[in-house]
């Protein structure tokens, strides 16, 4: 039984309590003193007790959750994240128990992504690190000779290796908000073909870039920042693109003052469910784990914080009847 437990207002149910304990208190005394016959300080000791005893029965529960929430955060201290407390009120009391409730479900997600982000840099760092190993025991061993194939193969892992540390500093950076970014005006078009010019180093012979960006078009924000989102979609749809394939970069004015960036390609497309995911760390399309040519995962995880912290938004859609369509919306620069 919780009397005062439908009340809105921790001050009116102390406020309750301290009126009832005054005249509990009051009302005992005379009662042991005039009915009882007992004396003056035993009849107020009487008093003060049935007092005490009525005065727990109405603000039970109300301390509960304070108790409860000292208690989970002794066992978060302990490492044990997730537990809840019971809301047992509809006062301040309730509301800092939902607000405890929701500050554990944050930190027991963090904890697992934190666990997850050990877990999948572990696998990333072993598999480059095997593959150079491997190698180079073979090497010493005399079973293979440091041939130029060879020697390439282990630069190839050791790139590996650093586009990995370097993507988790970004992301690190990012998440902490300590990257600076230089905001202002640049063109589109120059930042679409220098992606291009990059990709094509790399790039098979037979893809093809194309571009599609009015010159005079402005926007907002760091351009090597989005640079190095517009690299990272342009190397992925280089990288499941088929052979022969083609590559479209486009720019162009959106609602709202905003600027469209647009990158598609003609490989297999990302599955539906996958849409929203593949901007998680470490995520990637069952198709696509595992392959040789396959990035950690990381890219498009370092290009929504980037997008995000420009004021922008960036999706991933399915071409018809296939391909990739990859879509950064950035602020226009104002005249």
């Known amino acids: 039984m919780r009397p005062l437990q439908s009340l809105g207002s921790l001050k009116l149910k102390l406020g309750i309590v301290i009126v009832a304990a005054v005249w509990i208190t009051a009302a005992a005394t005379i009662a042991a003193v005039r009915w009882l016959g007992l004396p003056s300080i035993v009849g107020a000791a009487a008093g003060v007790t049935f007092a005490l005893a009525c005065v727990q029965l109405l603000a039970r529960g109300t301390t509960k959750p304070l108790r409860e929430m000292a208690a989970v955060a002794s066992a978060m201290a302990r490492g044990e994240h997730g537990r809840q407390v019971a809301v047992t009120s509809n006062d301040e009391v309730g509301e800092l128990a939902k607000a405890f409730n929701r500050m554990t479900a944050e930190l027991a997600e963090t904890d697992r992504l934190r666990r997850d982000l050990v877990a999948n840099v572990s696998h990333e760092l072993r598999t480059p690190l095997g593959a ?154 069952d198709g696509h784990r595992g392959s040789d040519g396959g990035g950690a995962g990381l890219g498009l995880a370092i290009a929504r914080w980037i997008v995000d912290l420009h004021g922008g938004t960036i999706r991933a859609e399915r071409r018809e009847p296939h391909g990739s369509h990859m879509v950064v919306t950035l602020p226009q620069a104002r005249a």
């Open 132 to 285: 150079l190993q491997a190698v180079l025991e073979n090497v010493v061993d005399g079973v293979s000779e440091p041939d130029p194939e060879t020697l390439r193969t282990m630069l190839a892992q050791t790139r590996r290796l650093g586009r990995l540390v370097s993507q988790l500093l970004d992301l690190s950076r990012l998440e902490a908000g300590e990257q600076p970014f230089d905001i202002r005006p640049f063109a589109p078009r120059d930042i679409l073909e220098s992606a291009a010019r990059e990709a094509r180093l790399h790039a098979p012979e037979d893809v093809v870039f194309s571009i599609d960006a009015p010159a005079a078009l402005q926007a907002d924000g760091d351009p090597e920042r989005i640079h190095q989102v517009v690299m990272n979609l342009v190397e992925n749809a280089v990288r499941y693109s088929p052979r022969p394939g083609h590559v479209k970069l486009r720019a162009a004015s959106g609602a709202d003052h905003t600027v469209v960036l647009e990158v598609d390609d003609e490989g297999p497309g990302i599955a539906g469910e996958d849409l929203e995911r593949v901007f998680e760390r470490f995520h990637r399309g």
